[in-house]
T-cell receptor, first 111, second 115 residues
Framework: GDSVTQMEGPVTLSEEAFLTINCTYTATGYPSLFWYVQYPGEGLQLLLKATKADDKGSNKGFEATYRKETTSFHLEKGSVQVSDSAVYFCALSHNDYKLSFGAGTTVTVRA | GAGVSQSPRYKVAKRGQDVALRCDPISGHVSLFWYQQALGQGPEFLTYFQNEAQLDKSGLPSDRFFAERPEGSVSTLKIQRTQQEDSAVYLC?????????????FGEGSRLTVL
């Protein structure tokens, strides 16, 4: 079945540091790929998505590229802020309603 | 309200008790989803509604779990005879259409602890 493996946390960074969270997946065919983020005290919210190979999703300075050859969708941000402290979830979907999530990566950014 | 609202936010139940968790989706959202998130894990799919129709309940872990959305708006997830392994955060999400054309909007979840 489908599965998502993402980098274990927690990750602690200083402001303006470069952030990478690795995500790889196992799935048949061509799933859509997502990054969701959960800020403290809030619900999960979509950060970015990509629906086909080589697509790049981007939002709020974050980027991720759908790499079919390496079955990966790594999340990157060039200069993090304290407000980026959150739990980040990589996810995939084959259809239009069922998401398979990774375990989540907790990121803490220090001033 | 502007977002997905879930209640109660926290629930402590004794083993064997029945519990009911409520979800108020964003007004006008056709699709509604329930997910279960165990401690330190990602959310896992439980069930999906389109309006009042339950189109997929394949993720419900046992027949003690039951979900309904009788009028195509508010949904209730009921767990009968709770067990300790049911302890988790139960997330509700809604979408105007489906995932392929729109994002899911999640509530903050209901944290269930079974003693």
């Amino acid at each position: 079945g489908d599965s998502v493996t993402q980098m274990e946390g927690p990750v602690t960074l200083s402001e303006e540091a470069f952030l990478t969270i690795n995500c790889t997946y196992t799935a048949t065919g061509y799933p859509s790929l997502f990054w969701y983020v959960q800020y403290p005290g809030e619900g999960l919210q979509l950060l970015l998505k990509a629906t086909k190979a080589d697509d790049k999703g981007s939002n709020k300075g974050f980027e991720a590229t759908y790499r079919k050859e390496t079955t990966s969708f790594h999340l990157e941000k060039g200069s993090v802020q304290v407000s980026d402290s959150a739990v980040y979830f990589c996810a995939l979907s084959h259809n239009d309603y069922k998401l398979s999530f990774g375990a989540g990566t907790t990121v803490t950014v220090r001033a | 309200g502007a977002g997905v609202s879930q209640s109660p936010r926290y629930k402590v139940a004794k083993r064997g008790q029945d519990v009911a968790l409520r979800c108020d989706p964003i007004s006008g959202h056709v699709s509604l989803f329930w997910y279960q998130q165990a401690l330190g894990q990602g959310p896992e799919f439980l069930t999906y509604f389109q309006n009042e129709a339950q189109l997929d309940k394949s993720g419900l872990p046992s027949d003690r779990f039951f979900a309904e959305r009788p009028e195509g708006s508010v949904s209730t997830l009921k767990i009968q005879r709770t067990q300790q392994e049911d302890s988790a955060v139960y997330l509700c999400a809604s979408s105007y259409t489906g995932l392929s054309t729109g994002e899911l909007f999640f509530g903050e979840g209901s944290r269930l602890t079974v003693l």
